[in-house]
């Protein structure tokens, strides 16, 4: 029966257009004694198979891909079950290190589940390197099927050559960490092509793995246009030693403003450096000057002191300036000083110097120091050994100090087993409501511990024991986030066995 038919009928009456005998069986359906009945049923089916049904298209000669057989053994109920929490929105931190553990243990997920994977990555770019290993032949095979999952496998495809700036930064920190001397190669090649503002990002991504195979490209970057490569370009010659403009550097350091620093006040210091650099237009200053934000030559004497300060491994700026670890953080009373001593710590990696700056500047926590973006950067690279210093000289977190909490929030590598018992320590006093700060100002930094901690050391620790044996009145919330987050990890991990 076609929709034609059993509309005619509708308008002109069954009595004057009856419906034939086999025009309800047509559409699997039983006739009533009513024929009006069975036609509002016809009318029914027949709109419906209207709107779902349509002639196949005929494809002569057609071959279609089929999925390669993956033999690994799919993952448990239990590891599904998982999946499918995370891919809601609950413990949605959680799911590279479900994927993690997928590809650990060879394991793959059940079919029915790739679509939901596939559908996250997609909004979600880091996500989706995680993601490939994971998926496994089958996921790849379904993604190629899709005009936008198939995007989700195609970024070894990206060409250096030609492809958009974005994947061109991709593409080269990943050759980078897996094959220096390609990614190099392809910097030298296009290097007097590259538009001035690419310049300084893709010198930025040598710190992958930098040698001494990179000094010609560097000190070419040195001499750019651009304030910003040459300053890019620099940071990065003063990690690789005995590169000539790194002595170049040091030379000058020694021979102008090392004196600056054995000054007995900054008045001091300050006549020795108008006497060290007497004009603006030295020759030998230009390479450095040129270094220099607009704001930072209107002090342009102080700004080169703390340009070099910035640079120098601190090692070599104490054996240069002479004085001992100790001393050497008193020379930095003004904040912008300081920064820029903090700044070369970091870049260098030196964690020699923790005890020494944390000792000095825990003196006051209302040093304009704290509030910095250097300060966070330290104690966000060396949390571990800053938690165990304030634990050692049993400093307490409070309102002067919560950049400490802060920075911690940023710390996103794993947790050692006394970092987080530093932490669950120090949070013990405003959980139990004796502390200066509420607990709720360890939210964020609770959060992340709890993701990026070992889970059975967190149920190790002696204040989730006390929590659970005698918990306070009113549970913290902020706790038991905790809790849940540890607990959902540990069910997990316990899923992919």
């Known amino acids: 029966m076609s929709w034609q038919s059993s509309l005619k009928s509708f308008i002109t009456g069954t009595e004057r257009n009856p419906l034939r005998e086999d025009d309800a069986g047509s559409l699997g359906l039983v006739p009533s004694p009513d024929p009006a009945q069975t036609l509002l049923e016809c009318i029914a089916a027949a709109h419906l198979a209207r709107k779902a049904g349509f002639l196949l298209p005929e494809f002569r000669n057609a071959s279609f891909p089929v999925s390669a057989t993956d033999d690994r053994r799919i993952c448990s109920e239990g590891a599904v079950e998982d999946l499918n929490t995370m891919l809601s929105g609950r413990y949605a931190e959680a799911l590279p290190e479900f994927l993690t553990l997928l590809a650990q243990k060879n394991l793959r997920l059940p079919p029915e589940s790739l679509p939901k994977l596939l559908e996250k990555s997609e909004r979600d770019p880091v996500l989706a390197e995680k993601i490939r290993p994971a998926s496994g032949a089958r996921g790849e095979w379904l993604a190629r099927q899709h005009l936008r999952w198939r995007l989700l496998f195609a970024g070894d495809e990206a060409d250096w050559f030609t492809a958009a700036f974005a994947d061109r930064k991709r593409l080269l920190a990943q050759t980078r960490a897996r094959n220096p001397l390609l990614a190099l190669a392809w910097l030298e090649k296009t290097w007097k092509e590259e538009k001035a503002d690419h310049k300084a990002p893709f010198i930025e991504i040598l710190h ?56 007995k006040s900054r008045t001091e210091a300050a006549a020795f450096l108008k006497k060290s650099l007497p004009e603006m237009t030295d020759e030998g200053l230009q390479p450095w000057l040129s270094l220099l934000s607009k704001d930072a030559l209107t002090d342009w004497r102080n700004g080169l002191m703390r340009l070099f300060t910035s640079l120098l491994p601190p090692a070599d700026l104490q054996e240069m300036t002479g004085l001992s670890r100790e001393n050497l953080p008193e020379k930095f009373d003004d904040a912008k000083d300081v920064a820029a001593f903090l700044e070369a710590i970091t870049r260098h990696e030196d964690d020699s110097w923790i005890d020494v700056v944390l000792r000095h500047f825990c003196r006051d926590f209302r040093h304009a120091i704290w509030q910095s973006r250097e300060m966070t950067v330290f104690l966000t690279l060396f949390a571990p050994a800053a938690m165990v210093f304030f634990q050692k000289n049993n400093i307490v977190l409070g309102y002067d100090n919560q950049i400490v909490l802060r920075a911690l929030e940023h710390f996103r590598y794993p947790w050692p087993k006394s970092m987080l018992g530093s932490l669950l320590e120090q949070y013990r006093r405003p959980a139990y409501g004796s502390g200066e700060i509420p607990g709720w100002h360890y939210a964020s930094v609770l959060h992340q511990a709890a993701y990026h901690c070992h889970p059975p050391d967190a149920a190790d620790s002696a204040l989730v024991h006390d929590y659970l044996r005698q918990p306070p009145k009113v549970r913290p919330r902020e706790f038991e986030e905790f809790l849940g987050i540890v607990r959902f990890r540990l069910n997990m991990q316990g899923h992919m066995q």
């Open 208 to 263: 992958i793995r930098l040698s001494p195979a990179d000094e010609d490209l560097l000190e070419k970057a040195f001499s750019d246009k651009s304030r910003e490569v040459r300053l890019a370009a620099v940071q990065l010659l003063t990690r690789l030693p005995e590169n000539r403009i790194f002595l170049r550097a040091k030379h000058f350091f020694m021979e102008r403003l090392a004196g600056a620093f054995r000054q």
